[in-house]
């Protein structure tokens, strides 16, 4: 990877950083004065909608939730983003570790708020944030391989604490999404929060859950790819349980109805992964220093003959 490209790659990271604090400050103080009018969906549920702010025309607490997600992201992503900016400009296999992680949180997040959100001027941000995660992802990555992991990671890898929070993690949404979904099913006015689908439970079961699985699946099996890949991926999960968190705490405030079970579970996740991430990212060795040696021979050098 030569420095340009890594001058690149960090150039790339702090301008989503720059995109993101941008979009979420602007969802945290323009969302609106609060006010909301009775609604009936044309799947007939009947819900709070959000008339003012740039989060007009969702629910009452999808707006709560996506405050609470915005703040976590303003607060501790975007400042850990920048952080990891002069890493990635240097070439840290953990600095470019943590900002593809960082990377996969704003890839899922502006892609859940483009395809969920009502249509509202930050639509155009969602996108634009989105392509560029993704982008930033597979070029950061991309050197990331080309660069070789072998020796790379040390024996003290967590492989089963990752394979076991991940997959309990996996295993416990898979259950509460399919509930939902059989539930919702099965009622003449599904629960969708205005929306005519579930797009979360989709994003989730069909992204989220298999990237857990895959990333357990291949520690487990001590794969080196897999080791970056789970890495990787833990600083996504620590990002997700926290902002997860912080939207049921932000719906807490406005609906005046605390969901216990969630918010100890995603805390406790929260707690979990950070623990294996110390561990994940204390194994990774770092890369031994190339010493050029210039040898000047002097004209005036006795000659050996």
């Known amino acids: 990877m030569s420095i340009n490209d890594r001058r690149v790659a960090a150039g790339m990271c702090a301008v989503i950083a720059i995109l993101v604090g941008l979009t979420a400050a602007l969802g945290i103080i323009l969302r609106g004065d609060g006010s909301t009018e009775l609604v009936t969906s044309v799947r007939g549920e009947t819900y709070e909608m959000a008339v003012t702010g740039v989060y007009a025309y969702n629910a009452e607490r999808v707006v709560a939730e996506g405050i609470g997600w915005d703040i976590v992201t303003l607060a501790a992503v975007v400042p850990a983003m920048l952080i990891a900016v002069p890493f990635v400009a240097r070439g840290s296999l953990r600095g470019r570790l943590v900002a593809i992680g960082l990377l996969g949180y704003t890839s899922y997040m502006y892609l859940e708020y483009a395809v969920t959100w009502a249509f509202g001027p930050l639509f155009p941000l969602f996108v634009v944030i989105l392509a560029a995660s993704v982008v930033a992802i597979v070029r950061i990555a991309s050197d990331v391989a080309s660069d070789g992991l072998e020796g ?32 919702s099913l099965g009622a003449e006015a599904p629960e969708l929060l205005g929306e005519t689908t579930m797009t979360v439970q989709a994003l989730d079961l069909g992204l989220m859950i298999p990237a857990s699985v895959l990333a357990a699946a291949l520690v487990l099996r001590r794969s080196l790819p897999g080791y970056a890949f789970a ?44 623990v294996v991430a110390v561990r994940a990212y204390r194994s990774v060795i770092p890369a031994p220093r190339t010493v050029e040696l210039t040898l000047t021979v002097r004209a005036s050098a006795p000659a050996h003959g």
């Open 231 to 274: 890495t990787a991926f833990v600083v996504t999960y620590i990002a997700m349980a926290a902002a997860i968190t912080a939207m049921l705490l932000s719906a807490w405030a406005v609906t005046g109805t605390l969901e216990v079970a969630p918010v100890g579970i995603f805390t406790i996740a929260l707690l979990a992964g950070i």
């Open 152 to 183: 790379r990671f040390g024996a003290g890898f967590p492989r089963r604490s990752w394979a076991a929070i991940s997959l309990a993690m996996g295993g416990l949404l898979t259950l509460m999404w399919a509930q939902r979904i059989a539930t």
